[in-house]
Every structure is written in structure tokens, then in C-alpha cells.
């Protein structure tokens, strides 16, 4: 359920007699490390040895998502990573300027990507490009979710607009005041299965994650939704042309 398929366990085998177990990268920052076994949630750092080989490649270091053979101190209660596990997939950030520096793993061995953009006034074509970029060259699977239905005045027309530059890419039209989109979303869930969620600021990412746990697991971008409806009927108002 946690997601260690047999290709996964296969990868880790010879990595047993060692005295070291298979575990998931949860979160991680400044070099400290939760990894969770799918029964229990520990501290860990990774070793030296595997610091020293990645060479300060930040793609070869472990990442949210990574599956790593780890080893329990005698305590019990903190692990050392020993090694990093074969990506199935990952989604990279690149420095815009030069694609050979600047990477950085964002998830690990995800299935499929929700890039969550809204139907307000932040609706961006060439913003979500980059996304489905992204997506794709991950090897994940994309899925576009065109959030805030509520806010807008032409679904249909903005919905096609999406679809001309996301071909063969499944959109959902969602909502978190109606409830739109939410089984739809949640189709995609699966045991064993990891989805991401990648998306601007306030475009309902966290929104969409705490409906479908039931539960205010993230905080969301408080953004007043009553701003977006304001300046999409400003723009409706603003006088045109001057007719004869």
C-alpha cells in the first residue's frame, strides 16, 4: 500500500544481509531525513559514504519520495541512509537559465502529477506548458485540474483553450465551493499508488489535498477569492471604444 512493488523489493535484495530494510523518503530538509517502513515514521541522515559519492549532485542525493536502504541505530529510534534506491520516476526543477546546474529533485517515484492551475484571472497557457514539460520529462503521468470553476464565466471556452495546449492529457474541472471534480480526482488513488500535486501559488493545491483527506492537513494560501471576483467583473466594466 505504501508502494514497494516487487521491481522495488527486487532492487533492495542485496541490500539484506547487510542489516539494512527498505524505507520511503517522507519529508526532508537541510540534510535531515523521515523515512517511513509503511508501519512507522523515523529520523535518519544519510552516511558518509553516500554524501561523499553523489559529489555534490543534488540528483544523486536522496529526495521526498526516494525509497533508501536504511539501518536502525542500536536505540532503535534514528536510522543511517546507506544507499539510494533506482527512481522510477522523478520531477526535477532546473535553473531557467541553464538546464545543465541548478537541479533539484522535488518528489521521487511518483505515478501521476496533478498540475492544479485556476479558472480565475491566474489562468496561463504558457505557465501550464511548462508544467506538462515537467510532468512529462519526469516519466510521471499528467493530469491538469483547472481549479476555481466557480469564478468563471466561460468553463467551456477556457476548458478548450487548456485542451489545445495539453493534448491527450486527462483536465478536470473542479471546485472546492461545489465540489466539483473532487471523485474525479480521487480515481486517480490508489494503494500503492503516489500522485503530486504542482501548481503557482494560491491556485488551490492545498485546497484540493485537504478535501480529499477530509482534513486540514495542509494550510492553505488564505488568497480572498471575492479579490479574484472583483477584478474579473472590473474587466467585464472597462469601457471599449467609443462607437459612432
Known amino acids: 500500500a505504501f508502494g514497494c512493488h516487487d521491481r522495488r523489493r527486487d532492487a533492495f535484495a542485496g541490500h539484506e544481509p547487510n542489516g539494512r530494510y527498505p524505507a520511503r523518503v517522507v519529508p526532508e530538509g537541510l540534510g535531515q ?16 559514504r553516500l554524501r561523499y559519492e553523489s559529489h555534490g549532485d543534488p540528483l544523486a542525493y536522496p529526495a521526498v ?7 536502525i541505530g542500536d536505540d532503535g529510534s534514528a536510522g543511517t541512509i546507506h544507499a539510494l534506491l ?19 529533485v522535488l518528489a521521487a517515484n511518483v505515478d501521476v502529477v496533478f498540475i492544479v492551475t485556476s479558472l480565475n484571472a ?9 508544467y506538462l514539460a515537467v510532468a512529462w520529462e519526469s516519466g510521471a503521468s499528467p493530469v491538469v485540474v483547472l481549479s476555481k470553476a466557480d469564478l468563471d464565466d466561460d468553463v467551456a471556452g477556457h476548458r478548450v483553450a487548456v485542451e489545445a495546449v495539453s493534448v491527450g492529457v ?4 473542479a471546485s472546492a465551493i461545489t465540489g466539483d471534480g473532487v471523485d474525479s480526482v480521487r480515481a486517480h488513488l490508489e494503494p500503492g499508488r503516489t500522485v503530486a500535486f504542482v501548481g503557482s501559488s494560491g491556485v488551490g ?3 484540493r489535498v485537504n478535501s480529499l483527506a477530509g482534513s ?7 488568497r480572498r477569492e471575492d479579490r479574484a471576483r472583483a477584478r474579473r467583473r472590473a474587466n467585464r466594466v472597462t469601457p471599449g471604444p467609443m462607437a459612432a
Not at 512507522?40 to 558518509?48: F, H, L, N, Q
Not at 491566474?122 to 511548462?130: A, G, T, Y
Open 205 to 207: 493545491k492545498a485546497t
Open 170 to 173: 486527462e483536465d478536470i474541472v
Open 33 to 48: 531525513f523521515l523515512v517511513h517502513d509503511g508501519a512507522a515514521t523515523r529520523s535518519a541522515v544519510v552516511t558518509g
Open 122 to 130: 491566474e489562468l496561463n497557457l504558457r505557465r501550464l506548458e511548462r
Open 216 to 222: 486540514g492537513l495542509l494550510t492553505t494560501a488564505g
Open 65 to 71: 519520495g526516494d525509497w533508501v536502504a536504511v539501518r
Open 86 to 104: 533506482p527512481r522510477r520516476s522523478a520531477i526535477v526543477r532546473r535553473a531557467p537559465s541553464d538546464h545543465s546546474t541548478g537541479a533539484q
